[in-house]
């Protein structure tokens, strides 16, 4: 294809010259050379590993972290010319052969994979076969920040490149202080690694922080002072949400995002951002990570980040474009309470590691020296018995993560898997598909039978309903609707995942369990996170350069000060009339009639209405302004136009009613919240109330297929809402 560096640059990439610290890559690796390469965002680290990739004879790996990364670079590759491939756990057993096949015949250059594929022992074993030429590692941070906790198989990478023969190893990342580094070096094993570092300093990144004890005031502004795309992030999944809400009350529309969603739905929540469909983020950090979109104007934290590389990593997704873009982080004391609680949830007490132990075998009924190897469940409920006190569903899942790092059990990730196994013999079940004459019941067993062998017919396997149905390209729901029926005619058992926490054990259990190793891990980590914190608040108060800050962090001195973040300018927003304006407008439209001493005391925060959308987010207001403001307003009060908003208490709670009852419909037809009913009808149907079906029919998006799923649920809850 190509031979040299120059000509893929040009002809494959359509560059005409490399970046800074690009080309010592490079050519690092092409003669063989192991290295750490810390390049700042957007700097085109993907470029320096994918060209010794395809100089190269054979193919070489890519481990990323995320789905969503592996699956833009391979299409972003493809598009030039097909020579990549991914394998996770979104393709079938038939794909990845015809993967190793193409890999055999020299089409693949490049394999993108997450670190629990190290874990699959017939990917372990093409890959002795075939001789990779290079390892990539893309991410290396989350080897430090994910390995000792929710991503043990960041772990095994090492004992992974002992044992296969690459010309080089080459880890990227985009931040790493000098802990980060030494744990990237020591988890790898890379002791004689070369560090390539290009440089932190952004001269286009605009850095203020504010510390507001009303941060939604302080938030409404920026967002009327910038401009747009952007993105906001937050600390955890509950506030992502309710702060969507409040945004979207007021006209600035948004998504959330977080981890706990569909993965169906944060795809295409990405997407509609990516292709600026969508301006406006709101997201925890598990939005951003390989989203390569350069026109982020400005990124704000509404809570602080845990430390400063996730701050550095999270802000640089702002101005790839080189033009001037703005980061923002909203402070209080709050803040730290909050961070106490997370580091908490991850990082649980020794006392609860030791009642933990217990109580997975307990909860089986478990004696000492007895084992199960049987899929085991539990709910929220069941484990805060136990403990004797409330418990998140975070501190549950640290909990289990932490035994299955230490090999005590295997979490089973809640899902549209379900577990299933032939009740009959091969033999009869030969005799059953030869005798039916239903065509889709004919395909749906031989399918089975070819995906899982002799296996399926001795023990529960794992099937994953959504793979299922695309590879065979049946709907879903026949597919469920046929594996009831056979599971009705005694042809196989179904075993549904429907507990909130699932397990299997891996060890007996034992009168006196060392369980040392895990307290002295926990204990060490979270030491580490504690120090991380105060590290950032530090530079949350310092008056020092934002900038210089943080390079100087990152070990780099002798840094020309920004001259753009707030220190360096020492100035607020401006133009505060425009944002008391725009409260103004936004309070007239969710209720037209609504008098002058009213909008003050919602304004200011002293109305009962607490639940008003504006309510208190013009604090920093006299009275004396708000009024004046109000009169000069008053001869385009008429002009405002009603929108149809939920700001009452009672309707809110009926709002999060229904969208608990779609949730519930999306999971039972493995449909998208959004597919089943979206937040624009369901926002009209709490506004209007309807009594019966044809009042619910008469609402705009509300069809007779929606109401066949729900339609006489609704029309329950609504009626016992009127009720009381």
């Known amino acids: ?89 979104s393709i079938s057993y038939e794909e990845i052969n015809l993967i190793y096949n193409r890999i055999l015949n020299g089409e693949i250059k490049l394999l993108y994979i ?59 990342t985009a931040t790493a202080a000098d802990n980060v580094v030494n744990d990237i070096i020591k988890y790898l094993g890379l002791e004689s690694v070369k560090i390539i570092k290009t440089g932190f300093y952004r001269e286009n990144l605009s850095i203020h922080i504010f510390k507001e004890s009303n941060k939604k005031e302080k938030l409404i502004e920026i967002l009327n002072n910038v401009e747009f795309p952007g993105i906001i992030y937050v600390s955890t999944r509950k506030l992502a949400e309710s702060l969507s809400f409040f945004l979207n009350q007021l006209g600035f529309e948004n998504e959330f995002y977080h981890a706990g969603m569909n993965s169906k739905i944060r795809k295409r929540i990405q ?60 402070y209080n004391s709050e803040d730290d309470k909050l961070n106490e609680f997370l580091i908490d949830s991850n990082y649980p007490e020794e ?66 898997d379900i577990f299933i196994k032939f009740t009959l013999t091969p033999d009869e079940l030969k005799k059953v598909i030869k005798e039916t004459q239903d065509e889709i019941k004919k395909i749906i067993l031989s399918n089975l039978v070819s995906f899982y062998n002799y296996s399926i017919f001795n023990e529960f396997v794992n099937l994953n309903v959504n793979k299922f149905c695309t590879l ?12 009831n029926k056979l599971e009705n005619s005694s042809i196989l058992e179904i075993n549904k995942i429907t507990n909130d926490f699932n397990y299997i054990l891996l060890k007996s259990r034992e009168r006196e369990p060392n369980l040392y190793p895990i307290i002295k891990n926990v204990r060490e980590l979270r030491q580490r996170a504690n120090e991380n914190y105060q590290k950032f608040k530090e530079f949350i108060y310092t008056s020092n350069c934002r900038m210089e800050t943080i390079v100087n962090f990152f070990g780099e001195r ?46 200011k925060g002293y109305s009962e209405n607490i639940f008003f959308p504006t309510f208190s987010l013009g604090q920093s207001y006299s009275e004396e302004i708000i009024l004046d403001t109000l009169k000069s307003l008053s001869d385009k009060r008429q002009n405002i136009i009603k929108k149809n908003i939920i700001y009452k208490k009672e309707d809110i709670q009926l709002y999060e009613k229904l969208k608990e009852v779609r949730a519930k419909v999306a999971e039972k037809y493995l449909q998208e919240e959004n597919k089943i009913c979206n937040d624009k009808v369901l926002i009209d149907i709490v506004l209007k109330k309807p009594r019966n079906i044809f009042e619910l029919l008469s609402i705009k998006g509300f069809d007779k297929n929606k109401f066949n799923k729900f339609g006489e649920e609704i029309l329950n809850i609504i009626n016992n809402y009127n009720c009381n």
């Not at 065979?472 to 594996?483: C, F, G, V």
């Not at 707030?566 to 927003?573: E, F, I, P, Q, S």
């Open 114 to 172: 997450s670190p629990e594929r190290l874990e699959n022992k017939n990917f372990l074993s093409f890959v002795n076969r075939t001789n990779p030429d290079y390892l990539f590692i893309d991410e290396a941070h989350c080897v430090s920040q994910w390995g000792n906790s929710f991503r043990p198989s960041y772990l095994k990478i090492k004992n992974f490149i002992q044992n296969i023969n690459f010309k080089a190893i080459a880890a990227f």
């Open 558 to 603: 002798n840094i020309t000060k920004c001259g753009i973040c707030d220190n360096c300018m020492n100035k607020n927003l401006g133009d505060n009339l425009k944002y008391l304006k725009f409260l103004i407008h936004k309070t007239i439209e969710i209720e037209p009639t609504i008098n002058d001493t009213e909008i003050v005391k919602i304004l």
């Open 271 to 330: 997407q509609q951002f990516l292709l600026g469909k969508l301006n406006l983020m709101v997201a925890t950090n598990a939005f951003g990570m390989g989203i390569d979109k350069k026109d982020i104007r400005f990124v704000i934290h509404y809570n602080p980040p845990s430390n400063f590389e996730a701050f550095y990593q999270e802000i640089g997704r702002a101005g790839r474009d080189g033009k001037i873009s703005y980061a923002y982080l909203l």
């Open 351 to 416: 006392n609860a590691i030791y009642k933990f132990y217990d109580f997975i075998f307990d909860n089986a009924n478990i004696g000492i020296n007895s084992f199960s190897n049987k899929l085991l469940s539990f709910s929220l409920k069941n484990i805060q018995q136990y403990f004797h006190r409330e418990i998140t569903d975070n501190y549950v899942e640290m909990l289990l993560l932490w035994f299955e790092k230490y090999s005590y059990l295997i979490k089973i990730n809640k899902s549209n």
């Open 472 to 483: 065979l390209n049946i709907d879903d729901n026949m597919i469920i609707e046929y594996l």
């Open 1 to 89: 294809m190509y031979n040299d560096k120059y000509s893929i640059l040009k002809n494959f990439f359509g560059y005409s010259s490399f970046k800074d610290g690009q080309e010592e890559i490079i050519d690092n690796i092409l003669h063989g050379n192991s290295i750490l390469a810390i390049l700042p965002t957007g700097a085109g680290k993907s470029l320096t590993y994918q060209i010794p990739a395809i100089i190269s004879n054979n193919f070489s790996i890519v481990i990323t972290p995320l789905i969503s990364i592996m699956q833009d670079q391979v299409e972003k590759l493809n598009s030039i010319s097909n020579i990549s491939a991914f394998i996770n756990s």
